[in-house]
């Protein structure tokens, strides 16, 4: 059984910092191309960052310089760095696994093949 759960939201002035995590059961994040997309109230939900299998990185561009994107293929668990924080960075975020890499920043959450719950991020 597959399962991403995403921890490390929470409430943090502008500014601020939050590090959040995804760990994986049931597949390897090492084989896997994966991401980080965010849904703001009332927007469409939007890819933030991207990790190919090799370990290239792409960002949005309103993130970038802010935001990095890691994993640790020990532990088995993806990472979000987010630095000086925007309150237009509220939303939820979600992690997401593709094992065909057919995906791309831009990609919806759906067509990753795997993809977690979401951990709400809010900035004040």
């Known amino acids: 059984h597959v399962q991403l759960v995403e921890s490390g939201g929470g409430s943090v002035q502008a500014g601020g910092s939050l590090r959040l995590s995804c760990a994986a059961s049931?597949?390897?994040?090492?084989?896997?191309?994966v991401g980080w997309l965010r849904q703001a109230p009332g927007k469409k939900r939007e890819g933030v960052a991207y990790?190919?299998?090799?370990?290239?990185?792409s960002y949005k561009d309103s993130v970038k310089d802010r935001f990095t994107i890691s994993k640790d293929n020990v532990k088995n668990t993806l990472y979000l760095q987010m630095n000086s924080l925007e309150p237009e960075d509220t939303a939820m975020y979600y992690c997401?696994?593709?094992?065909?890499?057919?995906?791309?920043?831009?990609?919806?959450?759906?067509?990753?093949?795997?993809w977690g719950q979401g951990t709400q991020v809010t900035v004040s």
């Open positions: 997401a696994a593709d094992f065909g890499c057919t995906v791309t920043l831009n990609s919806a959450l759906y067509e990753y093949n795997y």
């Open positions: 049931g597949l390897t994040f090492s084989d896997a191309c």
């Open positions: 990790m190919e299998d090799d370990g290239r990185t």
